[in-house]
């Protein structure tokens, strides 16, 4: 059975300063994959693998002044996440991210969100 992590106790940091507010973090990898196909026939003999993307999203209660000034600048940041439940912690670590998104809502029976986009060189998951 899989580890269940909650967000009451994990922590998300942007360039080691904690996320206020931060209701949710996503990501996803994704790997190019190529096909190689033989010569006379239609199944494939073997794959290869090249670009791999790694995207994802915080959505904060409000804003963040923190990724606003980083989507306005451009600079590069790290993202660290300490998912927790009990004693049990994984960590996962974002490294060379760009803030490339941003959209704010709002509604008359909530407070506001904003969802920053941000994609990254690399992630690590220990």
């Known amino acids: 059975m899989g580890q269940i992590y909650t967000a009451f106790a994990s922590e998300v940091k942007v360039n080691d300063e904690t996320v206020a507010g931060l209701q949710s973090i996503q990501y996803a990898v994704q790997r190019n994959r190529q096909a190689v196909g033989a010569v006379g026939t239609d199944e494939r003999i073997a794959v290869y693998f090249g670009l791999r993307m790694v995207t994802g999203s ?68 220990e």
């Not at 980083?70 to 060379?96: C, H, P, Q, W």
Request: aromatic share 10%; with cysteine.
């Open 58 to 125: 915080l959505t904060v209660a409000s804003v963040s002044a923190t990724l606003d000034k980083l989507m306005k600048s451009g600079d590069t940041f790290s993202i660290s996440a300490v998912l927790k439940y009990g004693a049990d912690t994984r960590n996962v670590t974002f490294d060379e991210c760009y803030c490339e998104t941003k959209s704010f809502g709002m509604n008359a029976e909530s407070h506001a969100q904003t969802v920053y986009g941000f994609s990254a060189t690399r992630v690590r998951e």
